[in-house]
């Protein structure tokens, strides 16, 4: 039993899955390269405050498909031992702006992971939110 053979298929069929798979992957890497460019617009901006305590030090893109904002609470030495209560206060408001946000409508439709990266003033990264599609898709 040949399920995928050619003579199954036919040439036609084949051609026209290659330009599917092909299509499919362009518009991944459309998708990329608009990343790309986003991060490099925003990182000649960088750094700036975006309130009192928070500076937006930059973003990168990590692959194959992640985003990461890095900042510094510019003000706060952290002990590992307020992690949690960070984590608390900071992932339903992070959840709930990938989620609902517009300006985050193509990474959702893109599965794009959202990595929030902050440091404390002596810049050590302090806790990093690593927000996967399944965390944001959720109802």
């Known amino acids: 039993m040949e399920y995928f053979s050619v003579k199954r ?10 330009i599917l798979v092909l299509a499919a992957c362009s518009d991944e890497q459309l998708f990329l390269d608009d990343l790309r460019q986003i991060a490099k617009d925003v990182n000649n901006k ?7 305590e928070t500076r937006l030090d930059g973003i990168a893109i990590e692959e194959p498909n992640t985003l990461v904002y890095r900042y510094t609470l510019v003000n706060a030495n952290l002990l590992p031992s307020d992690t949690h209560q960070f984590y608390l206060s900071m992932w339903p408001g992070l959840i709930s702006f990938i989620k609902l946000s517009k300006e985050m409508e193509k990474l959702r439709e893109h599965g794009t992971s959202v990595h929030y990266e902050y440091r404390d003033k002596s810049n050590k990264v302090f806790y990093t939110f690593k927000i996967e599609a399944k965390d ?3 109802p």
């Open 46 to 52: 960088c750094p700036r405050m975006v309130d009192s």
């Open 136 to 138: 944001y898709n959720k």
């Open 9 to 18: 298929i036919g040439f036609k069929g084949l051609f026209l899955f290659v």
